[in-house]
């Protein structure tokens, strides 16, 4: 209509893609030490280098003005953030139209019991939970501390508030890789999709990754000696492609940055904890956004100017590699910090 402003024109980058999805790091720490995301003695970042819960809101904000329409809130553990309550209302009343199309989360699952309603009541509706095996003692060493039946009873927690739930598996081969039939039956029993992901090299870490590495392009492979897997369209704004296993009804994702890249359909970009935008999880070129956001002098229309410079440098595609000859990770930075 005459005299109404109109819209921005919507964030893509050089190669076409649109970008509409923003992964949120609001925390580095985690009450777990998941074997192939951390080193056991990690050293977290002082508070000062954090972006507080209001800096990340008004930076979420600008991205949503700018088309954004789905975020997820990932960490280190998200939930173990003094207040994070706080953010999640505040996305979640952006919820509709013009606005967030989704809300949701990536977490362990360790506070789930207490904090599903809320997250529900805050508008969330569907979240990921990582799970790598269903085995007490494989779980206590995948995750040097962590009891499982914390994360199951906040897995029920979630499911009994009403939210949708997918289990995150990462693959590891010698660990994991006997277990994936049983968690298939297990998802399909309690109605829960599950995404097996390959492990990816970032970060150091206690363990070589060529001893962990296994190619979901196998796993697949297996399950089909004993479930029908039937390949679907289905998508969620992620890099998973769906097959439906005809038995549960249900889905499994496969997230395959060794075997095959997602890179052609990437529609997102990552934000840390520290205000750090990655426009490629797996390249080092990065914007810089807490210094922005500190400085009085910046407006929004100057950091809806940054984050279009930002994309205007998101690069084609990743550099992963997992073999013999390479023995450092493909960036140095844990996934923990980058925010999934």
Known sequence: MPGLPSAPAPLTDPFG????????????????????CMAEDMTFLPKREILSL???????????????????LTGGEPLVRKGVMTLVRSLGARIGAGGLRELTLTTNGTQ????????????VRRINVSLDTLDPGAFAAMTRWGKIDQVLDGIFAAKAAGLAIKINAVALKGVNEDEFDRMVAWCGEHGFDLCLIETMPMGEISQDRTDQYLPLSLVRSRLRRTWTLTDTDYATGGPARYVTVQETG???????????NFCESCNRVRLTCTGTLFMCLGQDDAAEFRELLRDPSVDDAALAQAIRDAIARKPKGHDFVIDRRRKSPAVARHMSMTGG
């Open 250 to 260: 249900r889905r499994i994702g496969f997230i395959t940055p060794m075997t095959h």
């Open 17 to 36: 893609r649109g970008i509409s999805y923003l992964r949120v790091s609001v925390t580095d720490r985690c009450d777990l030490r998941c074997v192939y």
């Open 112 to 123: 789930l019991a207490k904090m599903a309603d809320d997250l529900f009541a805050a508008g």
């Open 54 to 72: 209001e800096e990340i809101d008004r930076l979420c904000g600008a991205f949503i003005a700018l088309g954004t329409d789905k975020i997820r």
